[in-house]
Nanobody
Framework: QVQLVESGGGSVQAGGSLKLSCVAS????????KEWWRQAPGKEREWVSS???????FYADSVKGRFTISQDNEKNTVYLQMNKLKIEDTAVYYC??????WGQGTQVTVSS
């Protein structure tokens, strides 16, 4: 069964850090492009970051220089390291793989 499970969300003060994890089962993440998306209350889901199968990374301008996407093929896991968090980073964060598989999301709340 193909599944993506995110974890690592929580509440943090502005300026703090969190590291999200997304564990895949039923397929190998190394064969797919990986993405992180987020959805804030009342807003559309927006793309945050991507990693291609060759390891090339891409970031939305809003997170560039603060967030880092990475992967561990042995653990079949993709990560999103989030530093210097801002209140506007508050959202449910989702991982996506192979252009079609979505996780259930993990809540990130940043307060002042």
């Amino acid at each position: 069964q193909v599944q993506l499970v995110e974890s690592g969300g929580g509440s943090v003060q502005a300026g703090g850090s969190l590291k999200l994890s997304c564990v895949a089962s039923g397929f190998s993440l190394s064969t797919c492009g990986k993405e992180w998306w987020r959805q804030a209350p009342g807003k559309e889901r927006e793309w945050v970051s991507s990693m291609s199968t060759t390891g090339t990374t891409f970031y939305a301008d809003s997170v560039k220089g603060r967030f880092t996407i990475s992967q561990d093929n042995e653990k079949n896991t993709v990560y999103l390291q989030m530093n210097k968090l801002k209140i506007e980073d508050t959202a449910v964060y989702y991982c996506k793989a192979c252009a079609t598989h979505w996780g259930q999301g993990t809540q990130v709340t940043v307060s002042s």
